[in-house]
């Protein structure tokens, strides 16, 4: 069902989420041989939801902030990004509100990863990059945290070729090769 939606030419879409928080992390950081650096943590229990679609192939990313995971929220992203005809079909993993029957009442292909494969997905990737560009620091509000991730994500959307070298996998692009064939 899903390879007669797939054809030439569509984009294919990697979508997941990543709860971004104040509990702060912390992160490697260059120093003076001998001299213990002391980094703040914050320890504030206030997050937010960044879900986050990535098309490698075309170097596009596109996001949006949810409160919760719970489908109900999962339902209006999805509705949007299929009003948008921004991809042909959806690949991501298998969390609740993923299966939820309302979220695949919306038409919109999905295709399940295997359980615990987040290494599959390259929004997982570009996760990576934002944890690297925001950990380590600590913020006065949640909101402050998720300005700085936009500011991060707006750079990285007008930057097609930096999109392409984090998620534009060649195993991925064989396989729509493959598909298209």
């Known amino acids: 069902m899903i390879e007669a939606e797939l054809r030439a030419g569509q984009a294919l879409g990697h979508l997941d989420e990543m709860r971004l928080g104040l509990v702060g992390a912390p992160r490697r950081r260059w120093g003076i041989r001998g001299v213990k650096i002391v980094q703040p943590l914050q320890r504030r229990y206030e997050?937010?939801?960044?879900?986050?679609?990535?098309?490698?192939?075309?170097?596009?990313?596109?996001w949006t902030w949810q409160?919760?995971?719970?489908?109900?929220?999962?339902?209006?992203?999805?509705?949007?990004?299929?009003?948008?005809?921004?991809?042909?079909?959806?690949?991501?993993?298998?969390?609740?509100?993923?299966?939820?029957r309302r979220v695949r009442a919306l038409g919109l292909p999905l295709i399940a990863l295997p359980a615990y494969s987040p290494e599959l997905n390259p929004a997982e990737r570009i996760f990576e990059e934002i944890r690297r560009h925001v950990e380590g620091e600590v913020y006065a509000t949640l909101a402050d945290k998720q300005a700085t991730v936009e500011v991060y994500l707006r750079a990285l959307a007008a930057a097609p070729d930096r999109v392409r070298s984090l998620a534009g996998w060649d195993w991925i692009h064989d396989a729509l090769i493959q598909l298209a064939a």
């Open 47 to 62: 997050w937010s939801y960044l879900v986050l679609l990535v098309d490698g192939e075309r170097g596009q990313v596109w």
């Open 67 to 100: 409160p919760t995971m719970k489908a109900d929220h999962l339902l209006v992203t999805l509705a949007d990004l299929q009003v948008a005809d921004r991809v042909a079909a959806v690949v991501w993993d298998g969390a609740p509100a993923h299966r939820e």
